[in-house]
């Protein structure tokens, strides 16, 4: 894994196309280029690395940051992860996110949240692996904006 940088959008903006495309929906590549620009630009809103196997970028992780009462400080939320099929299975998904964590803990960060389907057993069991486990509350989230992704 390695930290993406502004020369790295385009390859970012490739990988995301294919992971909404697997959950169904559309990708609008100015906007998504926009936000990338905006995150890799301001260290202070999060962190995105590319996921790399032999060389080659396989897949990208996302993480965004906010301030969080309960937490009494910055928590962090995996905003994205995705590794190209070709490459699952093996464990590049955990890595990643052990080493999130690390990076995470080594800049103050208090809490990993993440946000998954009901029905994706797969990542929930990434995401177990990691020690993130669920939490008895609902996610309830209202657009101020045109989004990324199309349904």
Known sequence: MRPADLGDRERLLDLMAD???????????????????????????????????????VGYIVVTFVFAMEHGGLAAWVDDLYVEPSARGAGLGTSALAAVR??????GVRALAVEVGH????????????????????????????????E
């Not at 998504?32 to 080659?56: H, K, S």
């Not at 177990?128 to 989004?147: T, V």
């Open 19 to 57: 992971f909404y495309a697997e959950s169904g929906y559309g990708l609008d590549r100015l906007a998504a280029e926009a936000a990338f620009t905006t995150l890799l630009g301001d260290p202070r809103l999060g962190r995105v690395w590319l996921i790399e196997q032999d060389l080659q970028v």
């Open 102 to 107: 690390e990076s995470c803990a080594e800049l």
């Open 119 to 150: 029905d994706n057993a797969v990542a929930q069991a990434v995401y177990r692996s990691a020690g993130l486990k669920p939490i008895d509350r609902g996610l309830m989230m209202a657009s101020l904006a045109d989004p990324v992704h199309q």
